[in-house]
């Protein structure tokens, strides 16, 4: 058993989170290199990095799919997810989230805390993974680690602990100052490896000051070391390292460390921080799934049963891939396993150890462990693989709703089955990709989280083999909701046509679920007293709700914001049935909408340009004709940051504008921000 946890605290889990361009995947590749996994620094720029290895992100030079790479670190094991940073692949970077025990999120050290960096930082706190924070890019003109730092506290909230003073500034910028072990760390050009020494004098005394900050706030929020602060009032480094460790693990403080990944300075340090800081599969809660109705918790153990969740399917030429998270148990090459979704038990035929778009085969995998199983051909990307002799279902990660729509269809007649079954791959590998057939029109409509999310799936379909495609004009995902209430709705279900009929009386309230139109979610309420409508009855009666939701009364989009009350109804001895209350749900739901007042909604985006100064009145100018609202605007090292919420219907080919409207110096970012009325047509 011994053996057992000391493999298992060996282990990291750990992704790394950042705004696009603020250097993840480079810090990935100077991981990789410090650890010996690669022999060569991979670049961004030139095509050659590991994790990047698709032909369409060599391509954009930009990180479009999720890759895991594993390697080793001062006698530990590091799985390492390499996420992406694009605001149109977050669901990529919310199922490896799901199945991570930690995080390095990094930030421009010029930029500070971007959109997306927002973004993705409370995507981890819906899971509650530990972070650990890394300002990048220090040697670049206007580097500043301090008001990286107060951005990182003042738009993120967390209590920031930073644990490095850089020696030297931009161009100048050689090492850094340990504050943990008061030491000096430099990098000499050329040397992979840093030089350990004494602090220089000169900053001695800045050091000693910000040690000092450390240590206060450290001990105003960790019991133990403000014990040792009060008696000896200061911390030893190893009271420091123990505290840093509890509150990272604890969510109570965000270890902040500095470098430049691109001249691999700070990587050993950052590498070292993960070692020390984050948490193994131990330190983590025992996973928790249901079986047979009942919670269920396994722990991290791999003598356990065996329990794992797929977070990514993918094609590769040795076949069908599954990731898997390994939470419980041991597999091995050849042992069955059930899918307790499905019901399906499928045989492992390989285990592999991912590298990227390379692959090391193991005889088995254990608890922690993050691996691709070949031969579980039925899994799906949520679905749970275990011992068919000890069932347990897991939470699987949830896909992210589509907001923009295209028509495709082949160019040829003959292809249009190719289609079908390249698109269904798409659906399969990304499910937040969602393929279906217009009931009026005919065509095959393929949905997803932005222009560029869609544009990467067509294209995937012409590069892996799959047939000439013609794609149509981008549409928005629109919903719509009620502005006001309507109040005892009756409708009454009967249905005779001889031997058992269906009888069902409802009486529905339905009102907004917020006070302004775009607050989205449905939320549906029973006020029946006197048990004038069994409960499971009742149950039947939201199902109906919840199916007449999918089409709404203006244009047929899904209707969202409603709140339903069943407030009376009455039932027969005999023809009452679920399937009358639940057709009586869809039918007087859709009824009582008619009765409501509705307006369209359409999805907005927040978003982030940054322009030169000279070109603000112009980009103001054309945000105002796309319907745009400015929220604000601030200077930065010589440019506009200017920020607004835009209907993401205007944000078609926004790109190409702006380019032409700064002479190419123009640059934006966008995220979701939920819904807005549209305007009448």
Same mark, same amino acid.
């Given at each position: 058993m011994?053996n057992?946890?000391?493999?298992?605290?060996?282990?990291?889990?750990f992704g790394?989170?950042?705004h696009v361009?603020a250097?993840?995947?480079?810090?990935?590749?100077?991981?990789?290199?410090?650890?010996?996994t690669?022999?060569?620094?991979?670049e961004?720029?030139d095509?050659t990095t590991v994790t990047?290895?698709?032909?369409?992100?060599r391509?954009r030079g930009i990180?479009i799919?999720a890759?895991?790479v594993?390697?080793a670190?001062?006698g530990?094991r590091?799985? #390492?997810?390499?996420?992406?940073?694009?605001?149109?692949?977050?669901?990529?970077?919310?199922?490896s989230l799901?199945?991570?025990?930690?995080?390095?999120a990094?930030?421009?050290?010029?930029?500070?805390?971007?959109?997306?960096?927002e973004?993705v930082w409370? &995507?981890?706190?819906?899971?509650?993974?530990?972070?650990?924070a890394?300002v990048n890019k220090l040697?670049?003109?206007?580097?500043d680690?301090?008001?990286?730092v107060a951005s990182?506290?003042d738009?993120?909230?967390?209590?920031p602990?930073?644990?490095?003073?850089p020696?030297g500034t931009?161009?100048g910028?050689?090492?850094v100052v340990?504050?943990?072990r008061?030491r000096?760390?430099?990098?000499?050009d050329?040397?992979g490896?840093? $030089?350990?020494?004494?602090? @220089?004098?000169e900053?001695?005394a800045e050091?000693?000051r910000?040690r000092?900050?450390?240590e206060?706030?450290?001990a105003?929020?960790?019991p133990a070391?403000l014990?040792?602060?009060?008696?000896?009032?200061?911390?030893?480094?190893?009271?420091?390292?123990a505290a840093l460790?509890?509150?990272t693990?604890g969510g109570?403080?965000v270890?902040?460390?500095?470098?430049?990944a691109?001249?691999?300075?700070?990587v050993e340090?950052l590498?070292d921080a993960?070692?020390?800081?984050l948490?193994?599969?131990?330190?983590v809660p025992?996973?928790?799934g249901?079986?047979?109705?009942?919670?269920?918790r396994r722990?991290?153990?791999?003598e356990?049963?065996?329990?794992?969740?797929?977070?990514?399917v993918s094609?590769?030429p040795?076949?069908?891939l599954?990731h898997v998270?390994v939470?419980?148990?041991t597999?091995?090459?050849?042992d069955t396993?059930?899918?307790?979704?499905s019901?399906?038990?499928?045989r492992v035929?390989?285990?592999?150890?991912?590298?990227?778009?390379?692959? +090391?085969q193991?005889d088995?995998a254990r608890?922690?462990?993050? +691996?691709?199983?070949v031969g579980?051909?039925?899994?799906r990307t949520?679905?749970?693989l275990?011992?068919?002799g000890?069932?347990?279902l897991l939470e699987? @990660?949830?896909a992210a709703e589509p +907001?923009v729509?295209v028509a495709?269809?082949a160019?040829r007649g003959?292809d249009?089955?190719?289609?079908?079954?390249?698109l269904?791959?798409l659906a399969?590998?990304?499910p937040?990709l969602?393929v279906?057939?217009?009931g009026?029109t005919?065509?095959? +409509?393929l949905?997803?989280?932005g222009?560029?999310?869609l544009?990467?799936?067509v294209?995937?379909v012409?590069?892996?083999?799959g047939?000439e $495609?013609?794609v149509?004009?981008p549409r928005v995902?629109?919903?719509?909701t009620?502005?006001?209430a309507v109040?005892?709705f009756?409708?009454r279900? $009967?249905k005779?046509?001889g031997?058992a009929? &269906?009888f069902?009386?409802?009486?529905l309230d339905v009102e907004?679920?917020?006070?302004?139109?775009?607050?989205t979610?449905f939320?549906?309420r029973s006020?029946?007293?006197?048990g004038?409508v069994? &409960?499971?009855?009742?149950r039947?009666?939201?199902?109906g709700?919840r199916?007449?939701?999918?089409e709404?009364p203006l244009?047929?989009h899904?209707?969202?914001?409603v709140?339903?009350? #069943?407030?009376?109804?009455s039932t027969h001895?005999k023809?009452?049935s679920d399937?009358?209350?639940?057709?009586?749900?869809?039918l007087?739901?859709?009824?009582a909408?008619?009765?409501?007042?509705?307006?369209l909604l359409e999805p907005?985006?927040?978003v982030t340009?940054?322009?030169?100064?000279?070109?603000?009145?112009?980009?103001l100018?054309?945000l105002a004709?796309r319907?745009?609202r400015v929220g604000g605007s601030?200077?930065?090292g010589?440019?506009?940051?200017?920020?607004?919420?835009v209907?993401?219907?205007?944000?078609f080919g926004y790109?190409?504008?702006?380019?032409?409207r700064?002479?190419?110096?123009?640059t934006?970012?966008?995220?979701?921000a939920?819904y807005?009325p549209?305007p009448?047509?």
């Amino acid at each position: 058993m011994r053996n057992r946890i000391d493999t298992l605290a060996a282990v990291r889990n750990f992704g790394i989170l950042a705004h696009v361009d603020a250097g993840k995947t480079t810090v990935t590749e100077r991981i990789l290199y410090a650890t010996g996994t690669t022999h060569k620094r991979g670049e961004v720029h030139d095509g050659t990095t590991v994790t990047d290895f698709d032909p369409q992100e060599r391509d954009r030079g930009i990180t479009i799919f999720a890759a895991a790479v594993s390697c080793a670190w001062d006698g530990h094991r590091v799985n #390492l997810i390499d996420t992406p940073g694009h605001v149109d692949f977050a669901d990529e970077v919310e199922r490896s989230l799901r199945v991570l025990d930690g995080a390095v999120a990094v930030f421009d050290a010029v930029a500070g805390v971007e959109p997306q960096s927002e973004s993705v930082w409370r &995507q981890a706190d819906r899971y509650g993974v530990p972070r650990i924070a890394f300002v990048n890019k220090l040697d670049r003109a206007g580097a500043d680690l301090d008001r990286a730092v107060a951005s990182i506290r003042d738009r993120l909230h967390p209590a920031p602990l930073v644990v490095q003073l850089p020696i030297g500034t931009e161009d100048g910028f050689t090492g850094v100052v340990d504050l943990v072990r008061m030491r000096s760390l430099v990098w000499h050009d050329g040397e992979g490896t840093a $030089v350990a020494g004494e602090v @220089p004098e000169e900053l001695r005394a800045e050091a000693l000051r910000r040690r000092r900050a450390l240590e206060e706030a450290v001990a105003e929020r960790h019991p133990a070391a403000l014990e040792e602060f009060c008696d000896r009032e200061a911390l030893s480094a190893e009271t420091l390292t123990a505290a840093l460790r509890d509150l990272t693990r604890g969510g109570d403080g965000v270890v902040v460390l500095c470098g430049s990944a691109y001249r691999n300075r700070g990587v050993e340090p950052l590498l070292d921080a993960v070692v020390s800081y984050l948490p193994s599969p131990l330190d983590v809660p025992a996973v928790r799934g249901v079986h047979g109705g009942a919670e269920e918790r396994r722990p991290a153990d791999p003598e356990a049963p065996f329990a794992g969740l797929v977070f990514k399917v993918s094609a590769s030429p040795t076949g069908r891939l599954a990731h898997v998270r390994v939470y419980s148990g041991t597999i091995e090459k050849g042992d069955t396993v059930r899918d307790p979704g499905s019901g399906r038990i499928e045989r492992v035929a390989r285990i592999l150890r991912v590298m990227a778009d390379r692959h +090391v085969q193991l005889d088995r995998a254990r608890a922690g462990d993050i +691996v691709a199983l070949v031969g579980v051909k039925s899994a799906r990307t949520g679905a749970t693989l275990c011992d068919p002799g000890a069932p347990l279902l897991l939470e699987p @990660p949830v896909a992210a709703e589509p +907001v923009v729509s295209v028509a495709v269809e082949a160019r040829r007649g003959t292809d249009t089955g190719r289609l079908a079954a390249a698109l269904a791959r798409l659906a399969e590998e990304d499910p937040s990709l969602v393929v279906r057939t217009d009931g009026e029109t005919g065509q095959t +409509v393929l949905s997803g989280m932005g222009e560029l999310h869609l544009e990467v799936a067509v294209e995937k379909v012409r590069r892996d083999g799959g047939p000439e $495609v013609t794609v149509g004009r981008p549409r928005v995902a629109c919903r719509e909701t009620v502005t006001g209430a309507v109040r005892g709705f009756v409708y009454r279900h $009967v249905k005779q046509d001889g031997g058992a009929g &269906q009888f069902a009386h409802v009486v529905l309230d339905v009102e907004p679920l917020g006070p302004e139109p775009g607050v989205t979610g449905f939320e549906f309420r029973s006020a029946v007293t006197g048990g004038r409508v069994p &409960q499971e009855y009742v149950r039947a009666v939201e199902a109906g709700c919840r199916d007449a939701l999918a089409e709404g009364p203006l244009a047929g989009h899904p209707v969202t914001g409603v709140r339903v009350t #069943l407030t009376d109804g009455s039932t027969h001895v005999k023809d009452s049935s679920d399937t009358a209350f639940r057709t009586a749900g869809r039918l007087g739901l859709r009824e009582a909408l008619r009765a409501c007042p509705t307006v369209l909604l359409e999805p907005v985006a927040e978003v982030t340009v940054t322009v030169p100064e000279e070109a603000v009145g112009g980009v103001l100018g054309d945000l105002a004709a796309r319907r745009g609202r400015v929220g604000g605007s601030q200077s930065r090292g010589g440019a506009a940051v200017l920020t607004a919420t835009v209907p993401l219907a205007e944000l078609f080919g926004y790109a190409t504008r702006l380019r032409g409207r700064t002479q190419g110096r123009g640059t934006f970012t966008s995220r979701p921000a939920g819904y807005a009325p549209a305007p009448a047509r």
